[in-house]
């Protein structure tokens, strides 16, 4: 059953189709029946009322202060909230619009409460009830709605259908100009298509309007984002220490704590990362990104031990499929086969019930087609997701996925477009520079396939412990630059 069926439809703007592709039932059948059931039961907005002697205990998560506070400010800020909170505040909208059919407001809360959750846990079946909610506010209040466009722009972002969270949160920004807050999502959306001269203008706009001291961390966030995306690694970390030093609540200094852990990471700053990782965890141990960054660093660290612990907690609940991956090439690398192909299997099913709520999973399952299963499956997806959102992941990905099936020289086109300094925006990433100088050592070009894959080790010497090896002895194989030829007499 289509969502858009259950409410009227001509005041609701419709987003542009995502692809949805008929190749995921055979990838992934197992997970895809899991996941009709997941979609069948999220399909359902409201929940029964919990019975009177027992109501429903939320989800545990770290210490938080004035989570009912807190949840408001998520759904209407964009800033991170604790699971307690969010759980809090759906309770009460879901009584709410139970009372109140015609609230708009409470559907529009209620909507992106829901979608905040999803993003929050993982899971999700969260974001079905999302768009049917928001879709009832804008049914009731119709196309102005700008609370409703906000939230169905960040349930576009979290589904990752960029066309979609662009065409919602222009809408917002037409319908009330000097409203900040549809200007993060235009941001992430404007990147997520690779059109990185937007983001920075819309960026300038959002910064040259007036937000309170509730929204200024996330705003801080979203520059940092933006800058890191140009290569300004400095500035972006001081936007993020900035913005956790000025966080009101544990679970949102931890959300940009992780952050500054994730750029000393991607700098190769092993130390630095673990710390962040660590004290992101200490504030908020639901905390969805540090877990697997902590893997990961401590992967690199050599405390193997550690690390596929950490990875094994990680993946334990509601797994994120990119995780499931790492664990998985982590394992390959230590020559564990059958722990990988495990960890490939979960993500299979992480990846069903992700697209059954409607997330386009088509990069991850593009990339790994790509190095470990079929890579023509690989190019047609990405080949397709390139048409759709043209980010530089994608282009990335499509021209490893184009190498892989010993199409170099088209390979090379996109894995240059990924790496290009005004295409791509500025951003220092140690894969991207891999790839590029493995395309052009396969197509006898020495020197700059010898030069990327310098740089790649340079940005960060432990990206991929499946990948810095490759590296290394593509380096070797390439050999000493060779000596200048004598000067002429």
């Known amino acids: 059953m289509d969502n858009r069926q259950c409410v009227g439809t001509s005041l609701i703007p419709e987003p542009p ?54 949840a408001p400010a998520a759904v209407t800020y964009g800033v991170p909230a604790a699971l307690p909170g969010l759980t809090a505040l759906i309770g009460r909208q879901e009584q709410r619009v139970r009372q109140h059919p015609k609230d708009a407001p409470a559907w529009a809360v209620l909507g992106s409460a829901y979608a905040e959750r999803g993003r929050r846990t993982g899971d999700a079946a969260d974001y079905p009830r999302a768009e049917r909610a928001l879709r009832t506010s804008l049914e009731v209040r119709g196309t ?10 960040s349930l576009a972002l979290a589904r990752r259908d960029f066309p979609a969270a662009k065409q919602y949160a222009e809408q917002a920004r037409k319908a009330a100009p000097k409203r900040w807050s549809a200007y993060p999502a235009l941001i992430d959306a404007y990147t997520g298509l690779g059109d990185y001269e937007k983001a920075r203008s819309a960026l300038d706009k959002l910064l040259a309007l007036r937000t309170d001291a509730t929204a200024r961390p996330a705003v801080m966030a979203r520059a940092a984002a933006v800058y890191r995306d140009r ?19 544990p679970a949102e200094q931890a959300a940009w704590l992780a952050g500054v852990g994730q750029l000393a990471w991607e700098r190769g700053d092993l130390p630095d990362a673990l710390d962040h990782f660590e004290a992101a965890l200490r504030l908020d141990p639901g905390q969805r990104a540090a877990p697997a960054g902590r893997a990961r660093t401590l992967a ?52 069903g019930l992700s697209v059954a709520g409607g997330v386009d999973e088509e990069l991850l399952i593009g990339r790994f087609e790509a190095d470990h299963g079929d890579p023509w499956e690989a190019v047609e997806r990405l080949e397709e997701e390139w048409r ?30 990924a790496t290009d300094k005004a295409k791509g925006g500025g951003v220092r990433n140690a894969l991207y520079a891999f790839h590029l100088g493995v395309i052009e050592a ?44 004598p000067p002429s007499e």
């Not at 995502?18 to 999220?42: E, K």
């Not at 300004?232 to 913005?243: G, I, N, S």
């Not at 892989?404 to 894995?415: N, S």
């Not at 070009?445 to 290394?472: C, D, K, T, W």
């Open 17 to 70: 189709a995502p692809r949805r592709s008929v190749r995921l039932a055979r990838w992934v059948l197992v997970a895809s029946l899991v996941g009709s059931v997941a979609v069948g039961a999220a399909l359902v907005v409201l929940p029964e009322e919990p019975p009177r002697h027992g109501p429903a205990r939320p989800p545990a998560a770290g210490p938080q202060s004035r989570p009912r506070a807190q």
């Open 231 to 249: 290569g300004w690694r400095e500035d972006a970390v001081a936007q993020l220490t900035d913005a956790a030093a000025a966080a009101r609540t």
């Open 442 to 485: 396969e197509l006898d070009r020495a020197g700059p396939a010898r030069r990327h894959l310098q740089e790649a080790l340079r940005i960060n010497p432990y990206f991929s412990p499946l990948r810095v090896p490759m590296a290394q002895e593509a380096l070797r194989e390439l050999g000493d630059v060779p000596d200048e030829p």
């Open 144 to 153: 102005r709605n700008t609370e409703a466009l906000d939230g169905l722009a």
């Open 388 to 417: 759709r959102q043209p980010g530089i992941e994608v282009a990335d990905a499509l021209g490893w996925a184009l190498h892989r099936t010993g199409e170099d020289h088209k390979a090379l086109t996109y894995a240059a477009v």
């Open 300 to 351: 690199a660290l050599g405390r193997t031990s550690e690390a596929l612990a950490a990875y094994r907690a990680a993946v334990a609940k509601r797994p994120r499929p990119e995780d499931l991956l790492e664990l998985g090439e982590l394992y390959e690398s230590l020559g564990q086969q059958g722990a990988a192909e495990e960890s490939y299997a979960r993500m299979r099913e992480a990846v």
